[in-house]
């Protein structure tokens, strides 16, 4: 049985960890951290866990945690975790980070998005980007694995296919995405209470949000060369969920033409029809995420536009789960040499 | 492993049942009936279980299907079961009914309330009202169960153990019950829609819902008395859930004095303490939908009002789970002998 | 024209003043009182008054504010203006005060409900309880108006006919209410975040909720006895809207029958017919929130339940308008004299 | 008083209709056309108007009610004023139609895009697209104006400046829209249930949506040329609100620069300083659906990306109001040479 701990257990993807761990044949969690409710039952705190979840809210001391478990799970502040590592801990223990300290190689990169200095760069080299599906094998043997962002897991791999196989121009790629508030985190913040959020949409962090360097970073990994894209979040009244709305000009055949809806389709066969976790919907099918609520998966569509040569792709998934907790133990599952689909056979839960 | 057929596989309380059944060790659905997608991949209609379920919807041939299956769950309008259900079905299959067809021992009750005539009267008496924490031995050894109501589930547990106890005083008893819209169903009218529902609260049905005399026939039991109760719903713009908030006056003791809290919680505790699926919260704790959403968890609280002399009960249940599909697993489970949990031990899903 | 000031115009109660305000023809804001947002744009807080108001908020002087203005509205924490009041303000302005402040006649009532010590108790006989239907003479000469609470409102409103005529027996009343989540305030707590409030219903501060006592206060003069009831708060996902559903058992009349609907309705209408905000829909209609959104209307409906001998009574407000800034105006037009329906004669918007 | 008639008064585009028209002055409703609900109450349909509108629905005879009133609104299916339309009817009344059929002025377009044969092509010429922004001389001299669709003013006007300017090229155009459920009408359809949008988001119509044409054919008029854009609708649970967001490359200058955002702001004030309707958010100000609801205006905001060289410009209204009933009162206004904003000054109302 394989110990966890879990930094940050009373955020909402710490929350989702729990719900998930629980349900895994193979882990259990020893450690629920949260610096803000230390003592309180955890129970208390999130009350679905009411006579399921009898421990007692700890501390973040890392350095004990790290002599009782076998892997940490860090759901915390960007900049927490790159404040704490050092070789010793990495040497006891397994680290699945659900930061952005070590999602992004150029440290420099990082320390202009995200406005804070990098405290720990030298294990940025080592640390596999934790996308399962595009990073499976160094996963395996990672030691220290930076869980993707839910708006990047979802933009990515929804376009990852088509720019990979050079069938869209990277540069024309634009990224309009849509999540739901659970995504804002567990802060009391003013915008993010019922009345303010409820009955409205709205983008922010239009051309600054800190998701898309991670994006470009990665699409560039697949289109061999370095890309900028234009990502654009939005908050939507729902608490679960990402769409992501993708638009590129698809690259023209030697014949001028563009790839059909078949060819399209074939592609996206190739890399993910063996992924349990990546559903490929037919011809024209919008993904929703309803479709994909409490579950690990992620839904993509596409629509070719004949008329302007330009794809839409859509990727949908629950930003909680594939988009955080669930890919988070999908990395933990590859780390240990489990079954990956172990604990995340989660039927989406609709309506 | 016990084979099931769904009959109403496309409601929403049918698909909750495909949702738990796919999570079932020793179950399978092998019918997915409904009339109005005959032909349709289910996958299509409900496209949370794409790649996941590869059936087509099949008629609703309760002959054929009940030599092809172990149990059928009638997830159907009123009247239904009862114009097809005979002793040949009943030694082929177990069944258990979703709708309201066997649930009140009183025929005439049942043809008042619903207005409809029962046309299989002779099967009403052998059937098992199948409010597991209540009639466990019973429901073990039933051929036919009469799978409760959602809001009645809610509503007879909360008191339960105060009438049966004499604490409370049955003829004061009021029910103000609030539910999510999947209790409406997935039928296509105007006061269903999203912008109707949306925003707004009303009570509907108020003196004539047909919950009414489920309610009362059973707490009559627990009264060993005839009883009328005050029963009243509402509509509340979200998907799942169902509070009920009950009032009624204490039966005060021969000194005088009323039952303090700690009688109560010991009387809850009594009959509930050993109930997987029954979570008696702490002393003055309100229970919250959200925190019961997709689970099977019906979690109950109270309040004494020194004041009036009454008790503020309130019980919180998925109208889906608890509600429906979640008990009538619990009650296939005894039927055959199975482990009462199994299939059932989902956690809350929040946010 | 009357100028106005506002003292906590940045709460969802002062910016619906401010709504309001702006649709009056003979009156006008010249002070948005803000503590929080001094020398902030007020536009830029609530953008809905983008290029409406240009005014920016200022401190809450109340002496300066006295000398500038005819009204003044505290839309402020209790305790607040009992901390202010003297008679030099009160010989100078108007106060329409939203806070609970002065509603409750006696002082040892408030202070054990609310917890706090009454400043200046000494103006409370002075102030003039400002349920305008109720109390409509005295609110004409007062100078300082105690404007009822938002749950208040609703319930008292919709009892008080049936009270005071003595057809329900007030000591049965049991006042089950249901409010949207802008009655909880603009403050940043967790429980207010859309993700906890969204997809739940619960009840809240059973048994100890403050306005329990201004309910019983009314209703008792209305009884022409003191009286007790249970008032139930739930908090409800959506923006606006209360729903009281109130419970009570008719008094028989000398033959041992029951009021019919027709004497119920014409009582209601008795009272309530020439009233502009008020509406008494048809026997048997629920009232629903949409249908009074946006408005100063409390629509009311009731249902006679002949078996148990019990009349379920319905209100429907806007906590915001009717049962906050509306009522407020209300009060204003009254106490100089204008027509009481000016600047509130808002269509309730729906969808 | 104009006397006005509405045919499909019972779609929510009707009923906002209502709402507006009661607010105004120099307008009267007498023909309350709804062909679903002859002869019932209309305040039994939207009991938002109870005890405010006594009037009874009536069928849709054109013929008699041009000779009742002074303007028709039609808030019909495609293809009913089509259908209809004669010469002598646009010599008895303007008419102000809200459907499709007269927006487009290749007939060819129209019924490839909508599938329909036009019935009555001799009056598109003469129509006027009532976007009073853009054509309000047109508009104030037309006798049938063509009402644009709510995703269309929406999209347009937020983009029109830059098109016209030059300063984007409208070859890249993309716009991501996403909707409240009113657009999707009032008819009792699944995928508008409450619980099939609420807590999802998706795409719908991708590359197909009837909008796209009419947003084409007017930003063609603003290039000078014929352009085609990328057009995606999304449905958000909520009921009112459009928000779109739009991306295009910059036109470069002269020196290889990019506008400034100085130079973008000052565009978008020279064409909307003076527009009653028209709000320009200051630089990085996201618009937010929530700030125009229940109002005529139209939020406008954008952001330069300098990396991509891109902006992303963003619109934000009602689409009952301005995107519907509001604008469709504007082009009354206008038509009747009344005040442009009478009626329409409502504050929008949040939360």
């Not at 860090?74 to 006891?92: F, I, R, V």
């Not at 980007?129 to 694995?145: F, T």
């Amino acid at each position: 049985m394989i110990k966890a701990g879990i930094i940050g257990a009373t955020g909402y993807a710490g929350a989702e960890l729990v719900r998930l761990l629980m349900g895994h044949k193979d882990a259990e969690i020893v450690w629920y951290g949260s610096r803000s409710y230390i003592d309180e039952k955890y129970a208390s705190i999130y009350r679905n866990f009411f006579e399921l979840v009898d421990n007692t809210c700890m501390d973040d001391n890392m350095e004990e945690l790290a002599s009782r478990v076998d892997v940490i799970f860090t759901a915390t502040p960007q900049g927490y975790l790159a404040g704490l590592l050092n070789e010793e801990l990495l040497n006891k223990v397994k680290i699945v980070d659900l930061s952005a300290d070590y999602r992004i190689k150029d440290v420099a990169v990082y320390e202009k998005w995200y406005g804070i200095e990098h405290k720990s760069p030298q294990f940025i080299k080592e640390a596999v980007y934790g996308l399962c599906e595009v990073n499976r094998e160094q996963v395996k043997h990672a030691r220290l694995v930076a869980n993707p962002g839910c708006y990047t897991t979802c933009s990515i791999l929804t376009a990852y296919p088509l720019v990979k196989e050079g069938l869209i121009d990277p540069d024309t790629l634009i990224i309009d995405a849509k999540s739901g508030t659970s995504g804002a985190g567990r802060g009391a913040k003013v915008p993010n209470l019922f009345c303010e959020v409820n009955e409205s949409i709205k983008a922010y962090g239009v051309t600054t949000h800190r998701h898309t360097p991670e994006i470009e970073e990665q699409l560039s990994y697949a289109a061999g060369r370095p890309i900028m894209v234009n990502f654009t979040p939005h908050l939507v009244p729902m608490n679960r969920g990402i769409l992501a709305t993708e638009y590129a000009t698809l690259v023209k055949k030697a014949d001028g033409s563009i790839p059909t809806a078949e060819e399209i389709g074939n592609v996206y066969d190739t890399y993910y029809k063996k992924e349990k976790f990546v559903r490929v919907l037919g011809n024209g099918v919008c993904p929703e995420t309803r479709w994909v609520e409490g579950s690990n998966y992620l839904d993509i569509g596409f629509q070719i536009d004949a008329r302007t040569g330009r794809i839409i792709m859509m990727g949908a998934l629950d930003n909680l789960v594939k988009g955080a907790a669930g890919q988070a133990v999908q990395n933990m599952n590859l780390m240990f040499g489990l079954s990956e689909t172990e604990g995340l056979e989660l039927v989406p839960v609709f309506p």
